[in-house]
């Protein structure tokens, strides 16, 4: 009640709300086009929020990092780039469904579930702020890593029907991620004195080659670039089919929230682990996984949406941001004089509540935008293949470049569009290596950490692994491993239809 | 054997077992090379080193499979030769690209990529190419580096 009452003033303040919505629909034009980020809106607006007053800003930038999470699955579902990493999984079911003809499906799909997913993440974080940051502090280096090794075991899973080859690509991703200045130590390590890499393979130069300019390579040898995709028709979808999903999509929002408030792990890895519970609790999808699976959109939006008020968590209460852009946010805060930490909600609650009426309300219009804006974007796919692939190459190098203003990105944009490309053709897929890619660093941070600290302990076994949260993620990765090793698969299968007959 | 190599995964499981294998051996002389000496799992070879052992186990499961695949399967997966040719042209023109940007700044740069690869795609109405060459660099210019403040090449 508490809680409501705080807002209440901000929900009534036509200032806040229109300074949300202002955010919310440049949100929606940042994460639709590829290229422009979330967090490089969010950089911008912290030196254009400047001067302006605390409240005001965080109206701005909720509306902004709400709607601009969601927008990332417009061009995930339309032409097959993600306009952020949490909407890379989006691309599995997204695509396959526009190609179809159902993009105006996949959207209202996407547009629901991510409102659902944003104000269950918001409400979560009103509501359980301090148990979940109780929880994310025991959680020791072992365990980040083994969330990540679990993340990267479920993900190669659903790359392909060959598990091998999905952990192929993960490790490939992995071993990407290792490239540059040694974190620990300092030293430069697989870089093959390559200057630019001394800083690693940049990130969104290697998504856009992965998910923009490979599904080019792949349209031209397809040999359909000379045909259109069919226009979108916009579908009558009863809402008594459309709230079917709700259930799962609770306990998707609650894997959300949880990853989110895990400091590092963020929306993709949330976004991977609901997909491959998806997988594993959805009995008869609409459509197989990654061919075009309304549960596969349901599970990735609404758990990465979820994100969002889970990464607040740690940011807001211990000053760990959850993901890049609350990184960013937490810019905002120390350049208007607060201090995010544990006696934040304490000592600044009007901040508090600001954040959560402008992420409601970041909310609301989500929904909206999504719902009318939204399917008008979508006229884009309608454009001649002919006409709009040399387009989105065009918007790929310019995605690249804006990086870092280095013509390098451009080439390691090509270089993972090539090596995207042929990923695809021979079946490894590209979202697990894009897991890899993201995660590796932290994973090896982690490892290394933990091993150096367990090297000191009288038992380094015990020390390492004799921790109920270290033994469950230990427990849950190597089951996934085995269930998926393929002699063991048909083991199970074999037991199944023993039971069955 | 030689049908065995003829298979693409079994081809495929040797490059990844023979690459983890030389990730291995890479780390190991990295290691015993490196300037600052640290111990082992303090080393930044520690992880590359589980990789290539992870490498070499899945390069060998690869192997495996691709042993026990059948001829069918193995047959659905023939190469397209048009497919490649053209993917190769449309990568070459690309790579072009890349090189023509900072040498010709981005607008006359994009405005010949975008009507080259149209016209490569198969868009044979000259109208067509020539509104999408000159239109699209400007909008994305206008949008990009005057709107949003974005550099371009």
């Known amino acids: ?501 | 054997m030689r049908d065995h190599l003829n298979n693409k995964t079994v081809r495929e499981g040797l490059a990844v077992l023979t690459a983890g294998l030389a990730l291995g051996v890479y780390s190991i002389i990295s290691f015993r090379r490196s300037a600052v000496q640290t111990a082992w799992i303090l080393s930044p070879w520690l992880f590359p080193m589980l990789l290539a052992v992870f490498a070499a186990a899945l390069g060998a499961a690869l192997l495996g499979g691709g042993c026990r695949e059948t001829a069918e399967s193995r047959n659905a997966d023939k190469p397209d030769a048009r497919g490649a040719l053209r993917v190769l042209a449309a990568a070459l023109m690309v790579a072009a690209y890349c090189a023509l940007l900072p040498l010709l700044h981005f607008l006359p740069a994009s405005a010949l990529f975008l009507a080259g690869m149209m016209l490569f795609l198969g868009e044979r109405r000259w109208w067509s190419i020539a509104a999408v060459a000159v239109a699209a660099p400007l909008v994305l210019y206008a949008l990009f580096a005057l709107f949003l403040g974005v550099r371009l090449p």
């Open chain 1, 1 to 501: 009640m508490d809680l409501f009452a705080g807002m209440l003033p901000y929900f009534i303040d036509l200032r806040f709300v229109l300074l949300c919505f202002a955010g919310a629909a440049a949100g929606l034009f940042v994460g639709a086009i590829p290229g422009l980020s979330v967090s490089m809106a969010t950089a911008l607006l912290v030196s254009l929020t400047y001067t302006w007053e605390t409240a005001d800003a965080l109206a701005m930038i909720m509306g902004v990092y709400v709607v601009g999470v969601f927008s990332g699955a417009i061009s995930a579902i339309l032409i097959n780039i993600p306009g952020a990493p949490s909407s890379v999984v989006t691309t599995l079911d997204g695509y396959p469904l526009a190609r179809r003809g159902e993009a105006y499906k996949a959207l209202l799909y996407a547009a629901v579930y991510s409102f659902v997913g944003s104000v269950f993440g918001l409400l979560a974080l009103g509501l359980l702020a301090r148990p979940v940051t109780a929880l994310a502090l025991r959680f020791q280096p072992m365990d980040y890593f083994l969330l990540s090794l679990f993340g990267l075991a479920t993900v190669g899973g659903l790359s392909s029907g060959n598990y091998a080859k999905g952990l192929v690509s993960a490790l490939l991703g992995v071993f990407l991620a290792l490239i540059g200045l040694d974190s620990v130590v300092g030293t430069p390590r697989l870089t093959f004195g390559i200057a630019p890499l001394m800083a690693g393979i940049p990130t969104v130069p290697a998504l856009v080659g992965l998910f923009g300019f490979a599904e080019v390579l792949s349209a031209v040898a397809e040999g359909t670039a000379d045909g259109a995709l069919g226009t979108v028709r916009r579908e009558k979808i009863p809402f008594r089919t459309l709230r079917k999903e709700l259930p799962r999509a609770l306990y998707y929002c609650t894997i959300g929230t949880l990853v989110g408030a895990l400091p590092g792990a963020g929306t993709p890895v949330a976004a991977f682990l609901a997909y491959g519970e998806a997988n594993r609790i959805v009995k008869k999808p609409s459509r197989p996984f990654g061919e075009g699976a309304v549960e596969g959109i349901v599970a990735s939006e609404s758990a990465n949406n979820a994100c969002i008020g889970g990464a607040l968590i740690p940011m807001l209460t211990l000053a760990v941001p959850g993901d890049a852009v609350t990184a960013i946010i937490l810019s905002v805060f120390y350049v208007h004089g607060l201090q995010p930490g544990p006696t934040f909600l304490m000592r600044n609650a009007a901040s508090f509540h600001a954040i959560l009426a402008g992420g409601l309300l970041g909310s609301v219009f989500l929904l909206l935008l999504g719902l009318l804006a939204a399917p008008r974007i979508s006229r884009v796919v309608a454009v001649p293949r002919r006409i709009l692939l040399p387009l989105v190459t065009v918007l790929c190098v310019i995605g690249a470049y804006a990086c870092s203003n280095r013509l390098f990105d451009v080439g390691v944009m090509f270089f993972f569009g090539v090596l995207g490309f042929f990923l695809r053709r021979r079946g490894y897929g590209t979202a697990p290596l894009t897991l890899g890619l993201v995660l590796g660093g932290m994973m090896d941070a982690n490892f290394r950490r933990a091993v150096s600290l367990a090297s000191t302990a009288e038992n380094p076994a015990a020390a390492l692994f004799l921790r109920p949260i270290t033994m469950t993620l230990l427990v849950l990765t190597a089951a996934t491993i085995v269930l998926n090793i393929p002699g063991v698969r048909r083991a199970v299968s074999r037991l199944r239809e023993k039971r069955s007959a």
